[in-house]
């Protein structure tokens, strides 16, 4: 047990190094405190770089660290109970992009728990960056998202740090692993396909898609998630420009 805090303690002091390495230097750095392994997704918003090959392996206790080019957009999530082969080809239980270990700009399938950011265009006084974690394509595992070296009224942790499986309702859930358990909650757009739960068509605007007793259930286990499409007041946060982040995946683990 000693050993693992030790790890883990180390795990933590690499994230945050590299979460602090300056204004004009922003850094992603990833740290799964699981008790399994995580391979994190990672894509980038059209037209943005593609950061580590979009794909990569995190053990327990493990952290990594990605430079953040100036203006990058995109989104990572957390891959679980994946088995890739020496080519990299394989399957994920949840979140799988694709049957690949390195995701090369693919988005993963639904459900999973996303960490979303856009970085400021240039690193002015004045700019900010925009961030949130969203539950709009389900969930998959818990996510805090937690900015470094940045500033402002709305610059602190955004997340989804309970586990929501085990309050999925059962026409949400996904199973399998040992012993079929839930691996995965939908959203109910992606359950049911109906226009009031996508914000679609009548429903496509913020005045028309309300909240649902669905969103509202994924809202009130995590209030600092998105939990809909018009979710923004609650759960769009920003801090000033060259701010740096921390995902960590499984942050309330011990």
């Not at 180390?10 to 922003?26: I, N």
């Not at 059209?46 to 053990?59: D, F, I, M, P, T």
């Not at 994924?218 to 920003?238: E, G």
Request: proline share 7%; with cysteine.
């Amino acid at each position: 047990m000693a050993a693992m805090r030790a790890v883990a303690a180390a795990a933590l002091l690499l994230v945050a190094a590299a979460a602090v390495t300056g204004a004009s230097a922003a850094t992603l750095a990833l740290y799964n405190r699981c008790g399994e392994t995580v391979w994190p997704g990672i894509q980038p918003s059209a037209g943005k770089e593609l950061l580590a090959r979009g794909g990569l392996v995190l053990s327990p206790g493990h952290a990594t660290s990605i430079h953040l080019p100036t203006g990058w957009s995109g989104r990572v999530w957390g891959r679980q109970g994946c088995k890739f082969d020496a080519a990299g080809r394989g399957h994920c239980a949840t979140g799988d992009c694709g049957g690949t270990l390195y995701c090369n700009g693919a988005g993963g399938a639904p459900p999973a728990t996303l960490a979303e950011i856009t970085l400021a265009s240039a690193p002015t006084p004045t700019a900010q960056d925009f961030y949130d974690v969203s539950l709009v394509d389900g969930y998959n595992i818990p996510i805090a998202m937690t900015p470094y070296h940045g500033s402002g009224p709305n610059c602190v942790a955004a997340g989804c740090v309970s586990d929501l499986n085990r309050v999925c309702p059962q026409g949400l859930a996904v199973r399998g692993g040992e012993g079929n358990r839930v691996v995965g909650c939908r959203s109910a757009c992606a359950a049911y396909g109906q226009p009031q739960y996508c914000c679609t068509g009548e429903f496509g605007t913020p005045q028309q898609c309300k909240p649902t007793a669905y969103s509202r259930l994924f809202k009130s286990a995590c209030p600092k998630a998105y939990s809909y499409a018009y979710d923004d007041p609650s759960s769009i946060l920003t801090c000033s420009a060259g701010a740096s982040y921390v995902v960590t995946f499984c942050p309330h683990r011990r």
